[in-house]
């Protein structure tokens, strides 16, 4: 039988369905994840860094025409902390290039491991030596040729550091905060991260801004924002942190790590106010039912960027409100949002924002709707819904050609 085409309704017509607004929702975070990529890089930035897999063919680095057959020393040192030695000579056992014939641990505090790390000027441990006749013709990422063997004692914090006598890379935390501040940013989100990625902790602990501890801390360090973290020296044994530290923090005389940069909402003690609450104005048109919901860019902005929120309000565009905002931010798309101006303070937004948006009187207008494909919204000044007129039209092609294909498939039937 035929297909008819069955002309829709204008409810139907303008409907969009709901893989069209995942398809919008996502292009639109997109735009929100670019501004905050600062804001993230305050955690990311404690990531270790991705190396390009390695393939077979490049693990050696040099010709090798015999396996060679080594034997693995590791001078261990009493450290639950440091890297355990047993699992990372097994990692080198493992390895492909070479044969391990032996595997010997030998205590640092003995007169073998003295002798070891006298001979082979061993700065960190856990250390790994590895001698053999061949060894010294194969090069190998983060070992050392030293004396004939092949070294490795770049160990990564926590270590032993042979100079100082001393465990390195265990920090101590201090987690300063104001416990009358209960939309301030919870800081254990960023000590959890910190931990995932390997930071060894030896100590953490909070305090209050109103203790007698608090106030000495205050003082001593001049800090101006709180919730804030204080790192011992030992955070900065860490790659990930020294790469990123003079952007985020300072670092004492006393060598104390005091985090500047932290994440809205804060209490800036110098004005006594919370910053970074965000009160936010949906202007939307009733009579567009087949817009967009604003809502989704509220939680959106909120997923992205840990966004605080104050008042939360509807205006639409027939009101006296409504249209004195659409005045004032020369708005043509909608429906849309504005923002306080504690938008500010969050890391990036001012400078960012002309991209996507207006800045002005210090408050926050997304305005360049037009940016995002799928997006369904109204033009004010057209009075035309924008998204819809795409979709109806592939499905039209769509059924047309289903009806094409139906009528060649009777006509050959009839033919037969």
């Known amino acids: ?36 990529l600062y ?10 860094e991705q190396k390009e897999e390695v393939k077979p063919e490049k693990q050696v680095l040099g010709e090798i025409k015999i396996i060679p057959e080594v034997e693995l020393t590791a001078v261990t040192i009493d450290c639950k902390e440091c890297i355990n030695a047993s699992q990372a000579a097994d990692i080198i056992s493992d390895a492909p290039i ?5 595997t010997e641990f030998i205590e640092s505090d003995s007169e073998e491991g003295k002798a070891l790390i006298e001979k082979y000027d061993l700065k960190r441990l856990p250390a790994f030596i590895m001698t053999g006749e061949e060894i010294s013709n194969i090069d190998l990422p983060t070992f050392e040729k030293r004396e004939g063997a092949q070294v490795f004692d770049a160990t990564p914090p926590p270590y032993y550091d042979v100079d100082s006598e001393k465990i390195k890379g265990l920090v101590e935390v201090i987690k300063l905060t104001d416990t ?10 960023l000590t959890v991260n910190l ?11 909070e305090v209050s801004i109103d203790s007698d501890e608090g106030k000495e801390l205050v003082s001593d360090y001049s800090i101006t924002k709180v919730p804030t973290i204080i790192f011992s020296s030992d955070a900065n044994e860490y790659e990930q942190i020294q790469k990123i530290w003079e952007t985020v923090g300072s670092t004492e005389s006393d060598g104390k790590m005091i985090l500047r940069t932290v994440n809205p909402p804060y209490m800036d003690l110098e004005t006594d106010s919370i ?5 936010i104005t949906h202007l939307v048109d009733a009579s567009c039912e087949e817009c967009f919901d604003t809502a989704e860019l509220k939680k959106m902005f909120e997923q992205q960027m840990g966004m605080s929120w104050g008042i939360d309000k509807t205006v639409d565009v027939s009101s006296t409100e409504g249209k004195q905002l659409i005045k004032d931010f020369d708005i043509k798309l909608i429906p849309t949002v504005i923002f306080s101006s504690d938008l500010g303070d969050y890391p990036t937004i001012p400078d960012m924002w002309s991209q996507i948006g207006i800045e002005k009187d210090g408050k926050y207008a997304l305005t360049k709707l037009d940016l995002v494909q799928g997006l369904v919204y109204k033009n004010l000044e057209t009075d035309e819904i924008v998204g819809l ?23 050959n039937s009839t033919e037969e």
């Open 195 to 205: 931990k995932q990625f390997g930071i060894k902790f030896a100590s953490e602990k």
């Open 180 to 189: 009358d501040c209960e939309k301030c940013f919870d800081l254990n989100k």
């Open 389 to 411: 007129k795409e979709e109806t039209t592939e499905e039209s092609t769509t059924e047309s050609v289903e009806e094409t294909e139906t009528d060649t498939s009777e006509g």
């Open 1 to 36: 039988m035929k297909k008819k085409h069955v002309k829709k309704s204008n409810d139907e017509t303008y409907k969009i369905s709901k893989k069209q607004l995942g398809y919008a929702i996502l292009v639109l975070a997109v735009i929100v994840i670019l501004i905050a």
């Open 98 to 102: 070479f044969k391990v014939l032996k």
């Open 275 to 279: 910053k970074g609450v965000v009160d």
């Open 39 to 48: 804001y993230q890089g305050v955690f990311d930035s404690f990531l270790p």
